[in-house]
């Protein structure tokens, strides 16, 4: 089984070694095991687990948490798969669900320099899982830096983004005059023309 996938020790290209695992998660009475999936085609080169909820299966069992890279479900290899394919994967079956993973293997001595790493390596992750608005542009970014996966503690990487909301909120802003000024230009196009106006259903 997974005969496509290497279980060797391998290193990530930070110089930092990664373990694979599997678990098998019994799933919910909703068919769920109760994770979040980042990452993922066609701009991060790899699916991470972004979020594992409490009171499910997967926190419950403890072995994956939150920063583990997901390299496969129920034997099958997801690499250069989208996140909602990975999801359909784990939705597809009944039961009980096969998730491969990688954690990171950390290194006592890198000490607190290591958890600064973590910390500001997963949070870019969930920064860019929350960037809808620019998704695919962050994931280039994120693909171009050479940014992977790692596990973090959530409970001491909180962190408010109140710029970045200031940030979008300006471009929907820019993007609503667009809209209107596009709007006003049809309307004149069609006075000329001498057509009726349509009114659009919103």
């Not at 710029?163 to 820019?174: A, L, Q, R, V």
Request: hydrophobic share 30%.
């Amino acid at each position: 089984m997974f005969t496509d996938m290497d279980y060797e020790l391998e290193e990530d290209k930070l110089g930092i070694p990664t373990v694979p695992g599997t678990v098998v998660l019994k799933k919910d009475p909703n068919n769920l095991i109760g994770i979040s999936i980042g990452g993922g085609a066609q701009y991060c080169p790899c699916l991470y687990i972004v979020q594992v909820f409490d009171n499910t299966p997967a926190a419950l069992d403890g072995t994956v948490a939150a920063g583990d890279e997901l390299t496969g479900v129920n034997g099958k290899p997801v690499k250069g798969k989208t996140k909602v394919e990975v999801a359909k994967m784990i939705q597809a079956v009944q039961g009980e669900a096969v998730i491969h993973y990688n954690k990171l293997q950390a290194d006592p001595k890198q000490g607190k320099s290591l958890d600064i790493v973590q910390d500001i390596v997963f949070q870019l992750q969930r920064f860019v899982s929350g960037m809808s608005h620019y998704y695919d542009e962050c994931y280039a970014v994120l693909k171009e830096a050479d940014v992977f996966p790692i596990e973090v503690d959530l409970s001491r990487t909180t962190i408010n983004y109140g710029s970045h909301s200031s940030y979008t909120g300006e471009y929907e802003e820019e993007e609503e005059e667009e809209e209107e000024e596009g709007k006003r230009e049809e309307e004149r196009r069609q006075a000329e023309n001498g057509a009726e106006k349509l009114i659009d259903d919103e």
